[in-house]
């Protein structure tokens, strides 16, 4: 049991970090995305991401790294909150 939650507190490094070009982060970015939901009626995507979670972490390789899901997230703001890293 020691072992497994103090490998859940060890941050890996983020596996593909270009997945997130153009993304805002965290809570001053969920601001900032809100805002130009606001000010342009467009959805805002919201992600919720834990850096030791596998299945996020699957999510960003085989889902948000590619092209074709970049690009029709072009148009939307876009928001990657990691609650371990606190607001």
Partial sequence: LADSALQRTERPKA?????????????SGHTRAMAAQARDG??????????????????NREVLSKESVRKALERYPKVKITPDSGP
């Fill in 15 to 27: 596996e593909d970090s270009s997945a997130f070009n153009g993304w805002e982060l965290d809570a």
């Fill in 42 to 59: 467009r959805p805002v995507l919201v992600y919720f991401h834990a850096d030791w979670c596998p299945y996020c972490k699957r999510f």
